[in-house]
């Protein structure tokens, strides 16, 4: 039985085969087709924090794969009043096949893998965002045809979806720089695993700060806002901080002419990102989008195949 709760946990051969059912279950999905890989199977998401896409791309495909989900927000949980994680794991494990929750902390995922006794995926925690990366990288094969050498310009926060993005591209050896303020970095311990990584997978993973240095020679730019759920607290002294580190046309000018930009949303207009360049041509935004919901269907598929 596997999980899926860091970017790490797939090997580049896990992370191929799950990009290859991406592409397969696209197919066959948009064409009508009748798949029953999730047959008979329940699917519970257990969410702390607001989600469009990932919610919505993970109940969508466990109904198209002809299983069944449970949206459980946590407000309506025994949680809320304080119930273990814990006892919550073990109860809901016992109902449910798969978990897929979207937490503040890493460590309440853990949990609910550690005694659920059933496959948990991770929607979205502080630390990773593993989901959006095999949506991102599904866009990406599609755009650009391969992963490999390529390289992608991550301009802004050093946030969850930084984190997953930089280990996911050790893993398939893409470049990757990060420009981010100096008290923005990505996590230490996953930019030292990566860079491990991306000795024997043989590409470049930096962290630089000027976003000018990040996109030159890149394929793909992206970024991600500069306040993330729960950092609301925060948001004048990140704002301040954040202010260069904008994907405008100016910044693009300096990356590839055929570069791609992308943003695993939701955007803030004017703030990470502008609506000139989100709209633009060199945007494969909606497409990146629409794929979360291939990549749920085919980590859940893989899942259920463990
Ligand atoms: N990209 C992403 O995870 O979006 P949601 O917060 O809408 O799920
Ligand atoms: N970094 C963002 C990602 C949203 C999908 C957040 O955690 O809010």
Redesign the pocket.
């Known amino acids: 039985m596997r999980s899926l709760l860091l970017t790490s946990d797939l090997s580049a051969a896990d992370m191929d085969a799950i990009l290859a059912k991406a592409g397969d279950l696209k197919k066959r999905l948009k064409s009508g087709q009748e798949v029953s890989s999730l047959k008979g199977k329940v699917v519970g998401l257990v969410f702390e924090k607001p989600s469009t896409r990932?919610r919505t791309g993970f109940e969508v495909a466990s109904l198209r794969l002809g299983g069944h989900s449970l949206y459980l927000s946590t407000n309506e949980l025994q949680l809320s009043r304080g119930e273990p994680i814990k006892d919550t794991a073990r109860v809901l494990g016992s109902y449910l096949d798969i978990i897929v929750a979207r937490v503040n902390a890493q460590a309440t995922v853990d949990q609910l893998a550690g005694f659920s006794g059933v496959p948990v995926v991770n929607a979205?925690s502080?630390l990773e965002?593993p989901t959006?990366i095999i949506a991102d990288f599904f866009t990406i094969l599609e755009a650009k045809g391969r992963l490999k050498g390529l390289k992608i310009a991550y301009v802004g926060?050093g946030?969850?979806?930084c984190n997953s993005l930089v280990m996911g591209s050790a893993i398939e050896g893409i470049n990757i720089a990060v420009a981010c303020p100096r008290n923005y970095h990505p996590s230490e311990s996953i930019l030292e695993q990566a860079q491990t990584m991306s000795k024997k997978t043989g590409c470049i993973v930096e962290v630089v700060e000027d976003p000018a240095k990040a996109v030159r020679d890149a394929d793909i730019v992206y970024t991600?806002?500069w306040v993330?759920?729960g950092e609301e607290s925060e948001k004048d002294r990140r704002l301040r901080a954040f202010k260069g580190y904008q994907v405008n046309a100016k910044l693009l000018e300096g990356a590839e002419p055929d570069a791609s930009v992308m943003h695993?949303?939701?955007a803030h207009r004017g703030l990470e990102i502008t609506d000139d360049v989100l709209e633009g041509a060199q945007s494969i935004v909606w497409k990146q989008a629409e794929n979360k919901l291939y990549g749920a269907a085919a980590v859940l598929e893989w899942l259920a195949e463990q």
């Open positions: 990932t979205l502080e965002h959006q926060d946030d969850n979806v991600d806002v993330s759920m695993c949303l939701p």
